[in-house]
């Protein structure tokens, strides 16, 4: 049975509320995403399975009706996603217009190469039908063929918005440069990651501007379900082959999708068909392939008839069969349909498998944007359901393997993708300086006692899922675009955070560490490179804010986990732990936010799931890099040791018995050194 200990753990309050629709047969996000469908440029962030196809259609007929534009082109990552945009009636559920797509505009459906396709889009164009589903692929090709104003005056809708990015090499950020600069087409922008995986922006500062952000969070989606009231995310180390391992993790009660490791990865031995027998052989006994869905049939010890999903196979008409059962509508609220799926590259983005309790991955996934995607697979509300778990396998370091600084990378990596999906699956933050005349905001709940005038309060709305927290000392932003970050972008600031490797590795092993060498001045430098384009002041508005949702939920977990379902009803753990770590210290203020280091609970988890001597041999690896100070960290210590001089009317002291103190009086001293021997030339 699993072994597996989460790192993540999170209860939800299931009100029903997100599943529930309006009188146009809305659910919340889709109504959300309606209210703004007059905008020009409109980017809706929000979670897998909240409905942004459906929340499409509405706005895509509404602009074709009601704003003059011509056609709608919608424009998804791969073929298989083009199912979501099929004729849909929506009128039976009280909308004023059903969606419809001639079978020959539905271009992921259409036989033929990317060529052929571009010609049919340039049909389209001339024609006057209303709408076309293509590839991102086949819609870069046509941009080049035909130019920018081909397509003036009509919407385009890019689904899963985060393939696209402002680096010049990436087309279809490149394209989308280009429709801005013109100004002649609408544009909606559908993303269910916060983040691209390799950490690019996907849109320079000055284009995110242009757009009105709908955003709708985890935190809503999963709280406002009927069923599902639990989400758990976990690693679990394995030495070895993990195919020997697999059961101690992989429960064959749990309706699973195994993700199993790419070809090229140090997880995979190099033979995936033989995985993919050796998971079915350690699950029973084979009885055989159905000969309709073309499952595999396998008989448990206990003489359950287990039925599995194979995508993995090389057999072209072998595995499209597969494929087609597991697309059947028929058989979409069928529980009992299959148990586990097997895949490698596919069951990922838009795969919709309601019944999925389980999505366990082999191997470290090098894009985190990946991982929420796979997350995504377990996050659908079901009739019976009310856990859901991620599993990531990793590979143990191995003393005796070559390898062993990938090894390390990738455990590094997975602790990231856990810290980043935690904020991503908490409730918002919003943070305000603790002042005298500081007061309750209507519809927040103080905890017990009320508003306290003379601490800081934790107020929490359940409705909207939101903190507001009061911090002594907190910096304001000051210009519109720091205020968006602070609001909305804190996410994408802590993913940038927790995968610099260096930031990771020292706030794991290193026990040296001064946490707010991590905090101020890493932090400050992806704040600076991040949003250049910010005063001091709001970088440092931003900075504060970051690493206060970071630490808040850092601290949160450490009294939440194992709370799992307390008295109080599910949910009110998270909730509880953020107001137990405020009431417990005299003064909620930002430098003692400052002095948390973010990865200490990372490392407590980290030290239950791997072996103690794989630990020490990672914290040695580590160690043996450490490289003091460069130039940029001094210089920044520097400049927080003059801020100290402001405050304190002297400079840090390097025999001072604060660490912190003492490291800023490290940096001057650094510098000095440097500039001595530079004029000794």
């Known amino acids: 049975m699993s072994h597996s200990i989460p790192a993540v753990s999170i209860a939800y309050g299931r009100h029903g509320s997100s599943t529930r629709a309006n009188a146009l047969g809305m659910r919340p996000m889709q109504e959300r995403a309606y209210a703004k469908r007059g905008e020009q440029y409109l980017l809706i962030k929000s979670p897998p399975a909240s409905g942004k196809s459906r929340a499409l259609m509405f706005i895509a007929l509404d602009k074709l009706a009601n704003q003059g534009l011509r056609q709608a082109l919608i424009v998804v990552p791969e073929r298989s996603i083009g199912a979501s945009f099929a004729d849909e009636a929506l009128t039976r559920h009280g909308f004023w217009a059903d969606w419809t797509v001639g079978p020959q505009w539905n271009l992921c459906n259409a036989p033929g190469t990317d060529g052929g396709k571009v010609n049919a889009v340039g049909n389209f164009l001339a024609g006057n039908d209303k709408v076309l589903v293509c590839t991102h692929a086949t819609f870069r090709f046509a941009v080049e063929k035909f130019g920018v104003a081909a397509f003036d005056d009509r919407l385009i809708a890019v689904d899963e918005f985060h393939h696209a990015s402002a680096n010049p090499e990436n087309r279809l950020g490149l394209h989308l440069a280009e429709f801005f600069a013109r100004d002649r ?157 097997i895949a490698l590259g596919m069951a990922k983005e838009g795969f919709d498998w309601i019944w999925c309790e389980h999505a366990l991955t082999v191997g470290y996934r090098s894009s985190l944007t990946e991982i929420v995607q796979i997350i995504g697979r377990a996050t659908r509300d079901a009739p019976g359901k009310t856990r859901a778990r991620f599993t990531n396998l990793i590979a143990e370091p191995d003393a005796a393997e070559q390898a062993v600084a990938e090894a390390v990378n990738d455990t590094l990596k997975a602790i990231a993708a856990s810290l980043l999906m935690e904020q991503v699956l ?51 932003p000051k210009s519109p675009e720091a205020t968006r970050i602070c609001h909305q972008d804190l996410n994408e600031v802590i993913a940038a955070f927790v995968q610099d490797k260096t930031t990771v590795e020292r706030g794991l092993f290193d026990s040296e560490l001064v946490p707010e060498e991590l905090t101020q001045v890493r932090m400050g430098k992806i704040i600076k490179d991040r949003y250049p384009e910010l005063d001091e002041g709001d970088q440092e508005a931003v900075r504060q804010h970051a690493i206060a949702a970071l630490a808040l939920t850092q601290k949160a977990k450490e009294v939440a986990l194992g709370a799992g379902d307390d008295e109080k009803g599910p949910n009110t753990a998270f909730v509880e732990g953020v107001r137990k770590f405020a009431m417990d210290v005299r003064d909620l203020d930002i430098d003692l936010i400052d002095s948390i280091n973010p990865f200490g609970e990372a490392y407590s988890i980290l030290a239950k799931t791997m072996s103690e001597e794989s630990l020490r041999q990672v914290q040695a690896i580590i160690t043996a890099r450490r490289v003091n100070l460069t130039m940029e960290e001094a210089r920044d210590l520097a400049k927080r040791a003059l801020k100290f001089k402001q405050e304190r009317g002297r400079l840090p002291s390097i025999t001072s018995p604060d660490a912190w103190e003492k490291r800023m009086a490290e940096g001057v001293a650094f510098l000095a050194r440097m500039k001595a021997e530079a004029a000794r030339g």
């Open 426 to 476: 908490a409730p918002r933050f919003e943070f305000k300086p603790k002042k005298a005349e500081s007061g309750p905001t209507p519809g927040f709940d103080y905890g017990e006692g009320g508003y306290d005038p003379a601490r800081c309060n934790v107020g929490f709305n359940e409705e909207q899922g939101k903190f507001q927290i009061e911090i002594k000392g907190l910096s304001e």
């Open 185 to 341: 087409v609408h544009l909606v922008a559908m993303t269910g990651s916060y983040f691209r995986g390799d950490a690019e922006a996907v849109l320079s500062p000055e284009d995110e501007a242009k757009f009105e952000t709908v955003t709708y969070t985890y935190y809503e989606q999963l709280n406002g379900y009927e069923h599902l009231k639990q989400l758990d995310i976990g690693y679990f180390f394995y030495s070895g082959s993990y195919s020997d391992d697999i059961l101690k993790v992989l429960d064959p009660t749990e309706k699973t999708i195994i993700h199993i490791p790419s070809v090229n990865s140090r997880e995979s031995t190099k033979d995936k068909i033989r995985e993919v027998e050796h998971i079915i052989e350690e699950l029973g006994d084979w009885q055989g392939t159905d000969p309709a869905t073309g499952f595999q049939l396998v008989k448990t010890p206990d003489g359950h008839l287990l039925r599995i999903a194979d995508l993995v196979d090389d057999d072209a008409s072998k595995r499209d069969r597969v494929s087609a059962a597991l697309k059947d509508p028929a058989q979409k609220h069928n529980r009992d349909f299959v148990d586990i799926i």
